[in-house]
């Protein structure tokens, strides 16, 4: 029996040393690595941006009153002068009949005292009555004469008043959500006073905010007007924003810095920055959040890697560099910039390197590896 058991732990440890000769045996396995070329640039700032109307004009009720008629869809195109809301106008129309009865009233007053003033001159070149009635005379028909435009100048208010009873498109446009229903009190807080908005969005303004620091990089990077100008007789882009919209996609049309605030607010140590992009087919609405993509500078003969090369940990970047006798080494990399799917390498790497590209979770330091080459095959929207 123990020469039995005997046998059979010298057949398993010989087993075993065969199979541990059978791993270290095993030929290199392949992987994909990146060759390293070096490339020139562009790097760009990127910065939060709320979306505006080319123009957002409110609909405000301007007078008090029920809301007694809704005459648009809401969402939907306005043409400029088309009839939006009415408020009940009775109380408006009872304004203008009194008003226009004030004046009625005053035109009979000024007839009255122009007629006493008729009858009193000739008597007073005569001497038949006293300069001082003369005078009275004379007040009161420049009393009334300034009564009188009191009045039409009342009535004249309360037609403007009735005329706001009438709200209409100020601008061609889209219309939103309205604010108030038919029947409700509108004109006085806290009841609607803006009914409603209508944008034009044939072109859009982006808003955002700019830290002193960036501010300066920026107006050093365009310095003059006169420079920006000449850059875009010359085809420059960097004279042209880009906007990268929520879903993480290039919009298509490039825009334009429009207005820079006239300083930096001391309570954020920000200045504000607008830009206007054409949007021809109305994709883009208020209200959207994007960021505007602008272009500092390009760097020429830059290191630049796929990011999937890289291993992050705790801040730090490394790679798995092949070496000339297809050995594996990690190699720690200082990065300066993400540029789309790429980091631009300041030290670590140089042109010609091979790095992992793919299966860098299996590669370790030391192992022999089949190198093969594959191009880097970007999912996003080329950067430049």
């Known amino acids: 029996m123990k020469k039995i058991y005997s046998l059979f732990l010298f057949s398993a440890l010989i087993f075993s040393c065969s199979k541990g000769d059978k791993q ?3 030929p290199p396995q392949p992987f994909q690595v990146y060759e390293i070329e070096t490339k020139s640039v562009p790097i760009y700032e990127e910065f939060v941006g709320q979306i505006y109307g080319e123009k957002d004009i ?3 009720a301007r007078v008090e009153g029920f809301l007694e008629g809704i005459h648009f869809k809401e969402g939907e195109r306005v ?12 109380p408006f129309e009872q304004e203008v009949a009194a008003k226009n009865s004030l004046v009625a009233q005053e035109k009979t007053v000024l007839v009255q005292t122009e007629n006493d003033l008729a009858r009193i001159a000739p008597l007073a070149k005569m001497s038949a009555v006293s300069e001082q009635e003369l005078d009275m005379a004379v007040a009161k028909r420049d009393a009334a004469i300034s009564s009188l435009e009191a009045a039409k100048a009342n ?12 709200m209409y498109a100020p601008i061609d446009g889209i219309i939103g959500k309205t604010n108030a229903r038919e029947g409700e009190f509108v004109g006085k807080d806290p009841n609607p006073v803006i009914l409603n908005t209508v944008s034009q969005l044939s072109a859009i303004r982006v808003q955002f905010f700019l830290t002193e620091q960036d501010y300066l990089k920026l107006a050093r990077a365009y310095l003059t007007e006169e420079e920006m100008e000449m850059r875009r ?30 300083s930096i607010d001391s309570s954020t140590g920000s200045i504000l ?5 054409p949007n021809p087919q109305r994709l883009i609405r208020p209200g959207q959040f994007a960021r505007v993509r602008i272009r500092v500078r390009q760097d020429d003969n830059a290191i630049v890697i796929p990011q999937k090369c890289a291993k992050e940990l705790q801040g730090q970047f490394s790679v798995m560099l092949v070496n000339n006798d297809n050995i ?11 540029v789309g799917e790429f980091y631009i390498i300041q030290e670590g790497l140089q042109n010609g390197d091979k790095i992992i590209l793919e299966g860098i979770q299996k590669a370790r330091s030391g192992m022999e590896i089949v190198p093969q080459l594959k191009k880097f095959v970007s999912q996003q929207t080329p950067q430049s």
Do not use: H, W
């Open 58 to 60: 409110p609909i405000r």
């Open 155 to 166: 009535l004249e208010i309360a037609r403007i008043n009735l005329g706001y009873a009438m």
């Open 328 to 338: 594996l080494e990690s190699r720690t990399i200082d990065v300066s910039d993400k």
């Open 24 to 26: 270290e045996a095993m």
């Open 79 to 90: 043409k400029k002068g088309q009839l939006l809301y009415t408020i009940d106008q009775d």
């Open 273 to 277: 920055v607008q830009a206007t992009f």
């Open 233 to 262: 007789v010359e085809g420059d882009a960097r004279a042209e924003l880009e906007l990268i919209l929520a879903d993480g996609s290039l919009y298509d049309q490039k825009g334009i810095v429009d207005f820079i605030d006239r």
